[in-house]
């Protein structure tokens, strides 16, 4: 089954973080990605830019509205996403606590929906 590894973290706290500690931390994730990847379990991922850069859309009245920068102000952001398969919920969550933010933000694992796509 596949799961996305939603990926949150303070983004102010990581562009405060001096240059060498930084560099160490995307480390780990780089070290964490080569993991899951020989494991044979990624099967994408990508990081975000902040949320400033975030372009929020809704229709209100058959119109559309945007707001520039996230939706809601939060202690978290979603910075990133890993897809991944695995066989089952546990296992997937293993994986999440073994992601580098997960000891200082959190990693929200979400079943894939799948469909049927017929013959």
Known sequence: MKYVLLVYGDENAAANMPA???????GEYAAYTT???TNGIRKTGEAFQP???????????AKKVTTHGPFA????????????ECE????AIE?????????FGSIEVRPVMEYNQGP
């Open 51 to 61: 949320t400033t850069t975030a372009t929020t859309v809704r229709m209100q009245e």
């Open 35 to 37: 993991k899951i990847q």
């Open 88 to 91: 089952n919920l546990d296992e």
């Open 95 to 103: 994986w999440a606590a073994k992601c580098p933010d997960a000891r």
């Open 73 to 84: 102000e939060t202690k978290e952001q979603l910075g990133g996403f890993y897809l991944i």
């Open 20 to 26: 060498e500690a930084m560099q160490a931390f995307m």
